[in-house]
């Protein structure tokens, strides 16, 4: 007997007097006593029959073992709830497939791949009495763990697929294998996508296959709806995904610009920004390359991209090509609401010195915008201009000479 039987065996004789008999079989553990246990405890001593708190206590039981990765007890538990629950013909087993999902998981970070396969294969069969909508996502979603499994076995045979020559048998055998799996994956899959919520694995999973067998048009009707559908939860990925897969399909830059403008209104910060800026700068339209403008200095006004050389360099070359295109207010608009924080935040004395140690290719882009920005006399750039470093002279020189040229600010004033 397991230490966890034995456990639930004394709590039975503490609560009845006396010792039940408990009948342990592999798999299907069963304890005749449970379900008092649980009404037990649920009701305070009052034995009711109210199946919704019973099994709310059980299964809080099982999610307590497995908060604290007992999972060979959260397995004993869980093979009793089901036990009891076949035992009588009234009650619903709604919450058994949430359970085996749990389950599952942990089978498949594990990497216990075939166990995960039956775990989830016998949720997807455990619908009992009249179906709840709740429950048919949580199918929907056993289902779609099934089919990650499956695009896994795909995934490999399409690497096995690469090694291969075209003509060799093996390749024409593979290749077939490889279309039933993405058979089932789609059908497995394709359900759970038109439910609202956050799939990002299976969305990637999914397209990553229909992208495989040529069919475009599908993969850019799922991936546009997983981003633009009003039902779904906004979701930065949903835009990385289809931006990414529009520019593999070298779509018009104005369709690239347009998916990137709604995840820059969601996270301004992100990596993809530089790209935005870019298209940005390129566009014929006015508005577009004010937009890229700001883009820069929006990103730059986070922490965690201070230090993103390629980010200042960018601010660097745009902030002179947009003064000498005569565009002075554009910066004037940008500069208005940072005047009072950037100068601390990014161009003081001691991030000057520091800079300088760490980077000097990033300490000269900083100065160069520090100049245009604050003008000659700022403490940034006369600290750079002051260092006289080599190779770095020729550069520096032209940098003094472009700040002298462009700066917005008045030259008779100090900061």
């Not at 289902?143 to 075209?166: H, R, V």
């Not at 910060?269 to 530089?274: A, E, T, V």
Request: hydrophobic content about 35%; aromatic content about 12%.
């Amino acid at each position: 007997m397991s230490d966890f039987g034995e456990e639930l065996t004394k709590l039975a004789v503490a609560e009845d007097g006396k010792r039940e008999t408990s009948v342990f079989s592999n798999p299907g553990m069963h304890f005749p006593w449970l379900q008092n246990r649980v009404e037990t405890v649920v009701t305070g001593g009052k034995r009711k029959r109210d199946f919704t708190q019973t099994t709310s206590a059980c299964l809080n039981f099982i999610h307590e073992a497995l908060l604290k990765h007992q999972w060979q007890r959260a397995a004993e538990y869980m093979h009793s709830y089901l036990q009891t629950l076949e035992d009588s013909d009234t009650y619903k087993r709604q919450a058994a497939p949430e359970i085996s999902l749990q389950h599952a998981l942990y089978l498949l970070h594990h990497g216990m791949l075939e166990d995960a396969n039956r775990n989830l294969s016998d949720a997807e069969t455990w619908r009992y009495g009249e179906k709840s909508s709740s429950q048919e996502v949580l199918i929907n979603l056993v289902q779609a763990y099934k089919g990650l499994l499956q695009y896994y076995t795909w995934s490999k045979k399409k690497k096995e697929l690469s090694e291969l020559d075209e003509d060799d048998y093996a390749y024409t055998t593979k290749t077939q294998n490889m279309l039933s799996q993405s058979c089932k994956t789609s059908a497995n899959i394709s359900a759970l996508l038109k439910t609202p919520g956050v799939w990002d694995p299976f969305v990637k999973s999914y397209v990553e296959m229909l992208e495989f067998y040529g069919d475009q048009d599908g993969a850019r009707e799922i991936l546009t709806n997983y981003a633009y559908d009003e039902k779904f939860p906004s979701n930065p990925n949903a835009h990385i995904y289809l931006y990414e897969f529009l520019k593999r399909e070298k779509a018009p830059r104005a369709k690239l610009i347009s998916v990137l403008k709604i995840l820059h209104e969601i996270v301004p910060s992100h990596p993809l920004m530089l790209e935005f800026h870019m298209l940005l700068r390129k566009s014929e339209t006015e508005e577009h390359r004010k937009l890229g403008l700001a883009v820069l200095f929006e990103v730059l006004g986070f922490a965690g991209c201070t230090k993103n050389i390629t980010a200042w360099k960018y601010l660097a070359k745009y902030l002179k090509q947009t003064l000498m295109e005569s565009h002075l207010a554009w910066v004037e608009e940008e500069w208005k609401s940072r005047r009072s924080w950037w100068p601390a935040f990014h161009f003081s004395f001691f991030w000057a010195k520091s800079d300088w140690k760490a980077d000097t290719g990033l300490a000269c882009e900083k100065a160069f915008v520090a100049g245009i920005l604050l003008g000659k006399d700022c403490r940034y750039f006369r600290y750079i201009l002051k260092q006289g470093h080599e190779t770095l002279k020729k550069k520096i020189k032209r940098m003094k000479k472009s700040v002298k040229k462009y700066s917005i600010v008045n030259p008779d004033v100090c900061t």
